[in-house]
Nanobody, 126 residues
């Protein structure tokens, strides 16, 4: 069973960087795709990025607003997925969560995900 815990959030200035981690204490994350999502106050949850499991094809997906700034990766030996966030903007401020899915695919934003973590707060000051 996948049990996800996010960490790495914090307060940074505009232009700064953060590296979020999504650790699976159930040690089965290697078999799943991992999606990163964010939700800002008063807004709906937004899909940010997704990475397929390495045995599938390891392909990555990004929402348009983070392309070139965010990088998703995974380390199966550590049962961990990462979201490296560079050139952060105030509009990136949100609670970031990770979740698992069988694979990302072309409809990765609307796919059903499971085993959501509790989230980590990212705040970008201007």
């Amino acid at each position: 069973q996948v049990q996800l815990v996010e960490s790495g959030g914090g307060l940074v200035q505009s232009g700064g960087s953060l590296n979020l981690s999504c650790v699976d204490s159930g040690h089965t994350l290697r078999y799943y795709a991992v999606g990163w999502f964010r939700q800002a106050p008063g807004k709906e949850r937004e899909a940010v990025s997704c990475i397929n499991n390495s045995d599938y094809d390891g392909q990555t997906y990004y929402t348009e607003s983070v392309k070139g700034r965010f990088t998703i990766s995974r380390d199966n030996a550590k049962n961990t997925a990462f979201l490296q966030m560079n050139s952060l903007k105030p509009e990136d401020t949100a609670v970031y969560s990770c979740a698992a899915a069988p694979y990302c695919g072309g409809n990765w934003k609307s796919r059903e995900y499971r085993d959501w973590g509790q989230g980590t707060q990212v705040t970008v000051s201007s």
